[in-house]
């Protein structure tokens, strides 16, 4: 896995981890300062050849810098990109266009406010049946749209049968967030995926979403690397669960002051 992570103050660093080490010894391959596919390349090229070219799959994100390193650093690896981070872009596309409508109810609120000023009025606010204002509710859907229907809470079902019936174009976004994981969750081979990519970005053009049009084309312009997730099932998981233990080990020793050392406890623990 190849991904970036920061050590200190923001400043990344590229990381490239061994899945089969299972985030113990073994697992650090290269931390390399900065993510400049350049610097990053001219460092990985410092492995012989003949073991680079031993490596058969990378995953990694859909950034171009990384597709460089991936591609000329390990020119026999298949390169997979993340299904994780494909399916974070359609449920930014979705909160976009609930964050939309909140802003719009807030405007409203607003007005309502002044209006009911102007006139020596008391504004009084309209309560939805399960106690929220529209501001409420907008604001508290938030994590209902992360999760799956089966998932939901009581409360939760409540609050998305009154978002969904307001909104209903939030309704339609939330069902293509949830059609595109569950390609990614049922399929298992990669002509089926590739079918099943093509139909989703097909509903995405008819339901004419400007954000899930920029996922649509996002999908179109990596899909030979996404669909090679539906042969192995290979994600990033792996990388960001490393990146989640440099953060641990990294707030025992309540931040980094010399990143020098700390990488080389690192290195003596992980490399």
Same mark, same amino acid.
């Given at each position: 896995?190849?991904?970036?992570?920061?050590?200190?103050?923001?400043?990344?660093?590229?990381?490239?981890?061994?899945?089969?080490?299972?985030?113990?010894?073994?697992?650090?391959?290269?931390?390399?300062?900065?993510?400049?596919?350049?610097?990053?390349?001219?460092?990985?090229?410092?492995?012989?050849?003949?073991?680079?070219?031993?490596?058969?799959?990378?995953?990694?994100?859909?950034?171009?810098?990384?597709?460089?390193?991936?591609?000329?650093?390990?020119?026999?690896?298949?390169?997979?990109?993340?299904?994780?981070?494909?399916?974070?872009?359609?449920?930014?596309?979705?909160?976009?266009?609930?964050?939309?409508?909140?802003?719009?109810?807030?405007?409203?609120?607003?007005?309502?406010?002044?209006?009911?000023?102007?006139?020596?009025?008391?504004?009084?606010?309209?309560?939805?049946?399960?106690?929220?204002?529209?501001?409420?509710?907008?604001?508290?859907?938030?994590?209902?749209?992360?999760? !799956?229907? %089966?998932?939901?809470?009581?409360?939760?079902?409540?609050?998305?049968?009154?978002? &969904?019936? @307001? *909104?209903?174009?939030? $309704?339609?976004?939330?069902?293509?967030?949830?059609?595109?994981?569950?390609?990614?969750?049922?399929?298992?081979?990669?002509?089926?995926?590739?079918?099943?990519?093509?139909?989703?970005?097909?509903?995405?053009?008819?339901?004419?979403?400007?954000?899930?049009?920029?996922?649509?084309?996002?999908?179109?312009?990596?899909?030979?690397?996404?669909?090679?997730?539906?042969?192995?099932?290979?994600?990033?998981?792996?990388?960001?669960?490393?990146?989640? !233990?440099? %953060?641990?080990?990294?707030?025992?020793?309540?931040?980094?002051?010399?990143?020098? &050392?700390? @990488? *080389?406890?690192?290195? $003596?623990?992980?490399?």
């Amino acid at each position: 896995s190849i991904d970036e992570t920061s050590l200190s103050d923001g400043e990344l660093y590229t990381i490239l981890t061994n899945k089969a080490a299972k985030g113990k010894k073994g697992s650090i391959v290269a931390i390399i300062a900065g993510t400049k596919a350049e610097t990053v390349i001219n460092v990985l090229q410092k492995i012989p050849f003949n073991v680079r070219k031993k490596v058969r799959e990378i995953t990694l994100d859909m950034a171009a810098n990384m597709e460089l390193i991936a591609k000329r650093s390990f020119p026999n690896a298949t390169r997979v990109t993340d299904r994780f981070h494909v399916q974070k872009l359609a449920t930014a596309a979705l909160q976009e266009i609930r964050i939309k409508h909140r802003w719009e109810a807030l405007d409203a609120e607003n007005e309502a406010i002044e209006l009911a000023k102007k006139t020596n009025n008391e504004y009084d606010p309209k309560i939805l049946p399960n106690g929220d204002t529209l501001k409420q509710l907008l604001a508290r859907s938030r994590y209902v749209l992360y999760k !799956k229907e %089966k998932d939901w809470t009581e409360n939760q079902k409540q609050r998305a049968t009154l978002l &969904f019936e @307001l *909104y209903p174009d939030i $309704k339609h976004a939330y069902d293509l967030t949830m059609s595109l994981s569950y390609i990614f969750e049922n399929t298992n081979d990669k002509l089926y995926g590739l079918t099943r990519l093509a139909k989703w970005h097909e509903k995405v053009r008819q339901a004419g979403f400007k954000a899930f049009n920029t996922v649509a084309r996002s999908i179109q312009n990596h899909y030979k690397t996404i669909v090679n997730f539906f042969e192995n099932r290979s994600t990033n998981a792996s990388a960001e669960a490393f990146n989640a !233990k440099i %953060k641990a080990f990294r707030s025992q020793f309540r931040g980094v002051k010399n990143i020098p &050392f700390f @990488l *080389y406890r690192l290195t $003596k623990i992980y490399a």
